[in-house]
DNA sequence: ATGGTTTTTACTGCGTC
DNA sequence: GACGCGGTAAAAACCAT
């Protein structure tokens, strides 16, 4: 506790300061900027306002001393939907040291492993809560698994959090609710990974994971755009060693094809896939359609159909 | 359940290294 | 002769109805 205290003082003597001078120059004339007490950033030369309405993170109001200092903080720990209670309940420090990082006598242990217990009792409480903490658990696996970024990770805590809300879950697993939420996810966040992919780190069937995904889709009125082939591109043409340039050219291609509505009905997997190799073979860069297939999952014959349509609409607009 | 569409599977022939 | 590629037909999967 000693050590919080000292650390959130010096933080906010630094904020204290009601102006501070920032590194770059002003876009207008080059001068100093300055960022003023009343939240704006303006230029010591011009008087260029660059920032309006800055969010202040700093204390609310004049403070005379430590306490008080501390009292009419604003700044906490971040709230995070990816906890099932979003970091917000107590937590009681497993280590039998009191603040100071002196041990407790036994009598005090035995004292704090009851509060310990009972904490632990209510913050998980109902079986919704039970619920959530596990289905998050969940979503944080899979998504480590597939490599996805936080940002996933929250808005699928969210979509789960609101299935739950939604009464959703009855007669549905905690699994596969939670694999349709990163499913989601992922897609709705433009890195979408195949039901496949998905299948393979989740504990529930491609199919069940389908099944439930629409329902979810559905009854959460989730807006959720097919995916775009493009957002494959990038995976693909780095598991296949391709050049930038390479990259580019696919999404030229599929950018092309889209104009031209070829890509209509047809999965966009394999659409990106075979981009990909199509550009491969402009770019003169050495892939094999198995190799493409490999990395797309998707069958070399469809990669054969779909890149001489994107060929083909290649020729009929000849490049913008 | 059904019918239409897309994807996959399996197989074959062709050219090249 | 193995390999990459193209094509085809039939089966399977998918989707809306």
């Not at 704006?40 to 609310?60: F, H, Q, S, Y």
């Not at 006598?105 to 919704?128: A, G, I, P, V, Y």
């Not at 299935?163 to 694999?179: F, H, K, M, Q, Y």
Request: charged share 30%.
């Amino acid at each position: 506790m000693s050590e919080y205290l000292r650390t959130h003082q010096s933080t906010d003597e630094q904020e204290d300061e009601q102006t501070e001078e920032r590194t770059e120059g002003c876009p207008e004339c080059g001068g100093t900027l300055t960022a003023s007490a009343d939240h704006e950033t303006v230029c010591d030369d011009c008087g260029l306002v660059v920032e309006e309405d800055n969010i202040d993170r700093g204390p609310e109001w004049r403070a005379f001393d430590a306490a008080e200092k501390d009292e009419k903080s604003r700044v906490g720990a971040p709230t995070t939907n990816m906890m099932h209670d979003k970091g917000l309940s107590t937590n009681i420090d497993w280590r039998d040291q009191d603040a100071y990082g002196n041990s407790l006598s036994s009598n005090q242990r035995q004292k704090m492993q009851r509060l310990r217990k009972w904490n632990e009792r209510f913050r998980t409480r109902d079986s919704k809560e039970r619920n959530l903490k596990q289905a998050l658990g969940e979503i944080d696996r899979m998504a480590s698994a597939l490599g996805l970024p936080d940002n996933v990770r929250e808005t699928a805590s969210v979509i789960y959090r609101r299935a739950l809300d939604e009464n959703l879950l009855p007669g549905r697993s905690i699994e596969g609710v939670s694999t349709s939420a990163v499913y989601a996810a992922a897609r709705q966040a433009g890195v979408p990974r195949s039901l496949d992919e998905i299948a393979e780190v989740s504990r529930v069937e491609k199919d069940e994971t389908a099944r439930t995904y629409r329902y979810v889709v559905r009854e959460l009125g989730l807006e959720v755009a097919p995916a775009d082939p493009e957002s494959y591109v990038p995976r693909f043409a780095s598991d296949l060693d391709l050049s930038d340039e390479a990259e580019n050219r696919a999404r030229q291609l599929l950018q092309n094809a889209k104009e031209q509505g070829v890509h209509s009905g047809k999965s966009p997997v394999g659409l990106a896939a075979a981009a990909v190799y199509a550009a491969a073979l402009l770019t003169n860069e050495k892939t094999t359609q198995a190799a493409v297939s490999e990395v797309a999952d998707i069958s070399e014959v469809t990669i054969r159909n779909r890149y001489h349509e994107l060929l083909e609409a290649e020729q009929g607009l000849p490049m913008a």
